[in-house]
């Protein structure tokens, strides 16, 4: 296959890929590593309509890097994971409720050395009625627009990062076993900056960010709070509506991401692989 046709759809973060044959998705060899060059300049690829099969999705993934196959069991294809609300093809709906959160995945892992996900793959099998769009904002666009000196003031900056920061914004009453299953999960202290190693610098924010170390725990949280806001505005924002046979792909290391909100009773259904990442936040 040639080079990727791409077309931008936003001035900081998206593009859609047009012309793409169904069949090359798996074959061609060249396809991983112009995906992954046009990832890193758009941040999230849209491909309207491919209708990728599962077995091609994860065959796609692969020439990204290692597939993630701790979810496996969830669907019968190993390497696809179902995204959806409806707890029979899905056990573990009720954590799904924090994707409504902007975050990054691999925050807050459950090995010590694993590194947040290199790229996650999304394709449409349902959509909702009304909402459930999925929203991104480039967390290196977010670095680039602060001033001189909050680059030097939150350079040295560390947050620490929870399952149950995240939680707690869907269940702010939790129950003692809630908490106990939240607080089961080891916490993660990363820098506010995340120093790439191709040299660019993006911001570490989102629904798992709890506080921020050796600072007042309210002042930092709400200065964690404006960052993301300000990262996040509409302007800064693409949002995707789904239409079934819709893939996208997005940079996890330097994109923030969430769901918008929809009927929980939606039979809403993404099919999800993610690429595992092998760069550390540091």
């Not at 996900?117 to 904002?137: H, I, N, P, Y």
């Not at 909050?150 to 809630?178: C, I, K, M, N």
């Not at 505005?233 to 918008?260: C, F, M, Q």
Request: proline share 5%; with cysteine.
């Amino acid at each position: 296959m040639s080079l990727l046709t791409v077309n931008k759809l936003t001035d900081r973060v998206g593009a859609e890929v047009v012309g793409l044959d169904l069949a090359a998705v798996a074959s061609d060899e060249s396809l991983g590593a112009a995906v992954l060059d046009a990832l890193e300049a758009n941040g999230v690829l849209v491909f309207r309509g491919l209708r990728v099969d599962p077995e091609a999705q994860v065959a796609f993934c692969r020439r990204l890097g290692e597939v993630d196959h701790s979810s496996d069991g969830h669907h019968p294809v190993a390497g696809i994971y179902p995204i959806t609300l409806d707890r029979s093809k899905n056990a573990s709906a009720e954590y799904l409720k924090a994707t409504f959160d902007w975050h990054i995945d691999g925050c807050t892992p459950i090995k010590d050395d694993e590194c947040p996900q290199k790229a996650t793959v999304l394709s449409a099998v349902q959509v909702a009625e009304r909402g459930g769009e999925t929203e991104f904002a480039n967390t290196y666009a977010a670095y680039d627009a602060l001033s001189a000196g909050e680059r030097g003031r939150f350079g040295s900056l560390r947050v620490v990062h929870s399952l149950a920061a995240s939680q707690r914004r869907v269940y702010p009453d939790p129950t003692p076993e809630q908490l106990a299953r939240w607080n089961s999960r080891r916490t993660h202290e990363h820098p506010l900056v995340w120093t790439h190693r191709s040299g660019r610098r993006s911001l570490v924010l989102g629904a798992s960010a709890d506080y921020v170390v050796g600072m007042d725990l309210d002042e930092g949280r709400a200065l964690l709070d404006e960052l993301l806001a300000r990262a996040t505005e509409p302007d800064k924002v693409y949002s995707h509506a789904w239409s079934v046979g819709d893939t996208v792909i997005w940079d996890n290391r330097g994109v923030l991401h969430r769901a918008a909100p929809y009927d929980p009773n939606s039979a809403r259904e993404m099919l999800r692989t993610t690429v595992l990442g092998d760069e550390p936040i540091e």
